[in-house]
């Protein structure tokens, strides 16, 4: 997949903001700060999703149109985005 380097990064970024709500949690930081990043966290993940669906709709898909596999790749794909979403 050509943009699992930028996933990777902005999960590496979440990954450090999680370590610092857990820091700001155990000074007794107030909650809107704490609050603040968890947003902050929530969307580095939902812009990492975006672009491994993005890759996967560019890609996998794409692929599965030539290959003639289409329903199966879009019901694994509806699968995915009920749990992602749910």
Do not use: W, Y
Request: proline share 2%.
């Amino acid at each position: 997949h050509k943009k699992t380097a930028e996933v990777v990064n902005r999960l590496s970024r979440a990954e450090g903001h999680v370590r610092a709500i857990k820091r700001m949690l155990e000074e007794g930081r107030p909650c809107p700060d704490v609050l603040f990043q968890l947003a902050a966290v929530r969307a580095a993940i939902d812009r990492a999703a975006r672009i491994v669906l993005e890759d996967h709709l560019e890609s996998c898909v794409r692929q599965a149109a030539i290959e003639g596999n289409v329903e199966r790749e879009l019901e694994e794909l509806r699968q995915a985005l009920n749990r992602f979403i749910a």
